[in-house]
């Protein structure tokens, strides 16, 4: 433990198997929750300690361009947008971890006009009937937007989750990552249904 009594992230990560399959996004594998039977749905809990996980796995498999931070100190930022499902869990998986030299930070907005200084930006199914909105606010703003939202990926978001079949999956939207001039590596896309602008898929 940390001197404040405190468990280093680390070990957190290590306590809660949840967080350890979140490196199969590495491999561009789909994440399974863990079963208890063959029909019931993981617990609220675990889906978003897994959610969780891959927002901070995220972080080393996007490129922002140099101009989405402030400067080259600035913080990677992980913005909750509308209501907070997470708990404390995202703010104790990145407590002290940094991608690319840049140390992660964990901040909250309850609207989309307070977004500011943010990279990776998830929007909580509270805000499923602003979506439209919330899409021109960041319009070819350099920041990814995650959602669980009904077709998200559908409604100019760039990466939306599935939950089917006790199964986590991506969908991804190449054209939205362009227009936000991100890079998101071959890994990630790998397995994830990639979904144009135009609701086509391939």
Known sequence: MTSSGRQPPH?????????????????GAIVPFPAESTTRLPSAAQEYDLKAAFLFNFAGFVEWPADAFADAGAPLTIGVLGDDPFGSSLDELVAGETIRNRPLLVRRYRTVEEVEGCQILFVS??????LDQIARVLARRSILTVGESKDFALRAGIIGFELTERRLRLRINLAAASDARLTISSKLLRQAQIIRSNGNRK
């Open 11 to 27: 070990i957190i990560r290590r306590r809660a198997p949840v967080f350890a399959t979140a490196l199969l996004v590495a491999l």
């Open 125 to 130: 199914s509270s805000e499923a009937e602003r």
